[in-house]
């Protein structure tokens, strides 16, 4: 029901239930009341005048009392809405005993608003909703600046410590230990620039500042090679991977850095957060959309995880294992997706392991 035609009903109900006490108070009046003080009913002057000025003052209480069962709805919503404005984000404990009855319904005067006050209530939910996110997301991300500066204070330390070594008066270093030591150094220091890129990158597909080169590939033929290239990595060599197509030759226009990286952060994921010996198997099929699921025996994610997996800053992990990454890999994963017009979803159990998702437009 629209507010006006309720407001329109509230008035018409009020109009008729005043006139008709008005027309029993005016009764008792004209017959009991002025044979009393002495005002015959022949005097029609006196009469009219007394009739009217009751009329008038049954007219203007009438109508306070009608402004203030209308209005004092009113004043619970101001308060309500100053409540909202000064950041507290819970709806009043006396409220729903305000304006409800025990049935659930709400109460005469408040049936006028009932709009209103869902509307102001769903309000109010929200913004509890989006504060509690908020918080979270603070919280998120002073542990994500905890987790970054410990990364980089890591390598540094390598770095300055090896540096100290070979620079140090005190010891003379065969070739093949300062070669040592200066592979560590560089390894160390690629290390850090991967967390800078990662920064880098992060924040430019977050304001999207990085324009897709697109061209068309064979995403089969991609994939396959990409696979080939994490197994040869030294971190890989202890894990199974497999994969199948339901096509040899699926072309797709994409970015084929960009898409290389989302691909390459999820294979690591996988292995990263797994023991050794875990199975990670990787399909694509080509359906009214092209399929792409990396599945793996590992030892899974809790719905904590899961939830939090694509969001910045979240650094979660399932293992016992330290946590080398950046808490950024699968939030560019997701963006770099997303901007390529796809989508991507997780599924895990613990024990069982995790199954990723992801679906591309063939249009």
């Known amino acids: 029901m629209k507010i006006g035609?309720?407001?329109?009903?509230?008035?018409?109900?009020?109009?008729?239930?005043?006139?008709?006490?008005?027309?029993?108070?005016?009764?008792?009046?004209?017959?009991?009341?002025?044979?009393?003080?002495g005002i015959e009913k022949d005097d029609k002057d006196t009469e009219a005048l007394i009739v009217f000025s009751l009329f008038i003052c049954t007219l203007l209480i009438g109508a306070i009392i009608y402004g203030w069962h209308i209005s004092r709805p009113l004043f619970q919503m101001i308060s309500w809405i100053n409540q909202l404005a000064e950041g507290s984000y819970v709806t009043p404990a006396n409220t729903k005993?305000?304006?409800?009855?025990?049935?659930?319904?709400?109460?005469?005067?408040?049936?006028?608003?009932?709009?209103?006050?869902?509307?102001?209530?769903?309000?109010?939910?929200?913004?509890?909703?989006?504060?509690?996110?908020?918080?979270?997301?603070?919280?998120?991300?002073?542990?994500?600046?905890?987790?970054?500066?410990?990364?980089?204070?890591?390598p540094l330390t390598y770095?300055?410590?090896?540096?100290?070594?070979?620079?140090?008066?005190?010891?003379?270093?065969?070739?093949e230990e300062k070669e040592k030591f200066l592979q560590e150094i560089q390894q160390k220091g690629d290390h850090m620039k991967e967390l800078i890129e990662d920064l880098n990158l992060s924040f430019r597909l977050?304001?999207?500042?990085?324009?897709?080169?697109?061209?068309?590939?064979?995403?089969?033929?991609?994939?396959?090679?990409?696979?080939?290239?994490?197994?040869?990595?030294?971190?890989?060599?202890?894990?199974?991977?497999?994969?199948?197509?339901?096509?040899?030759?699926i072309i797709i226009p994409i970015d084929t850095k960009l898409f290389h990286r989302s691909l390459q952060n999820l294979f690591m994921n996988a292995v990263l957060h797994n023991p050794p010996g875990t199975n990670i198997h990787t399909s694509i099929l080509l359906q009214e959309d092209i399929h792409i699921i990396i599945e793996d025996t590992g030892t899974g994610m809790d719905e904590l995880t899961v939830?939090?997996?694509?969001?910045?800053?979240?650094?979660?992990?399932?293992?016992?294992?330290?946590?080398?990454?950046?808490?950024?890999?699968?939030?560019?994963?997701?963006?770099?997706?997303?901007?390529?017009?796809?989508?991507?979803?997780?599924?895990?159990?613990?024990?069982?392991?995790?199954?990723?998702?992801?679906?591309?437009?063939?249009?």
């Open 97 to 154: 005993q305000m304006y409800k009855k025990k049935t659930g319904k709400l109460k005469g005067p408040y049936r006028l608003y009932k709009d209103v006050f869902l509307n102001i209530e769903h309000l109010t939910n929200r913004l509890r909703e989006i504060e509690t996110e908020r918080e979270q997301l603070e919280k998120m991300k002073r542990e994500w600046m905890a987790g970054i500066s410990h990364d980089l204070k890591t």
């Open 307 to 363: 939830q939090n997996l694509f969001k910045q800053y979240y650094r979660g992990t399932t293992t016992n294992v330290s946590n080398e990454g950046t808490g950024l890999g699968m939030t560019i994963a997701h963006k770099i997706i997303t901007a390529h017009g796809g989508t991507i979803h997780v599924t895990s159990e613990i024990g069982t392991g995790s199954k990723i998702h992801i679906i591309l437009s063939n249009h």
């Open 159 to 175: 770095i300055t410590g090896y540096s100290a070594l070979m620079l140090s008066p005190d010891h003379t270093w065969s070739h």
């Open 206 to 249: 977050q304001d999207s500042q990085i324009p897709l080169r697109k061209e068309e590939i064979n995403i089969v033929e991609f994939t396959r090679r990409l696979i080939a290239d994490i197994t040869n990595d030294p971190r890989s060599q202890q894990y199974h991977f497999s994969f199948e197509s339901s096509n040899t030759n």
């Open 5 to 37: 035609f309720r407001l329109g009903f509230h008035f018409i109900r009020s109009l008729c239930i005043g006139t008709f006490f008005m027309g029993i108070f005016m009764a008792i009046f004209m017959e009991g009341i002025l044979p009393l003080i």
